[in-house]
């Protein structure tokens, strides 16, 4: 009889332990599954501050670049207008040199 009641205590303590043992697996599953969600956040916030860096410095060398490419622009007019200034000069007299006759 002695024999029975140990064997059904060790058997109710081993559900306990099983229940336990489940009870402790969830949470470490739900603490896994909340560090995974919290990590992905993480990764998702620095590769869109990432994205919004390359964006930024894309704009800046982009604006750059256009200043320079204006500058170039304007100083490429005005040599072209300093040379042609003397040959419109010319023309012009060489014109009214034709119509005064």
Do not use: C, F
Not at 58 to 74: N, P, V
Request: no cysteine; proline share 1%; net charge positive.
């Amino acid at each position: 009889m002695e024999l029975i009641k140990k064997i059904k205590e060790t058997e109710t303590q081993a559900q306990q332990i099983i229940e336990k043992a489940k009870a402790e697996v969830a949470e470490l599953s739900e603490q896994a599954r909340t560090r995974r969600h919290e990590l992905l956040e993480r990764a998702q916030q620095q590769r869109k501050r990432a994205a919004e860096a390359a964006i930024d410095e894309a704009r800046s060398q982009g604006q750059a670049e256009a200043e320079t490419l204006k500058a170039e622009a304007e100083n490429q007019r005005q040599q072209l207008r300093a040379k042609a200034e003397p040959k419109i000069a010319d023309a012009v007299a060489k014109v009214m040199n034709y119509l005064k006759g």
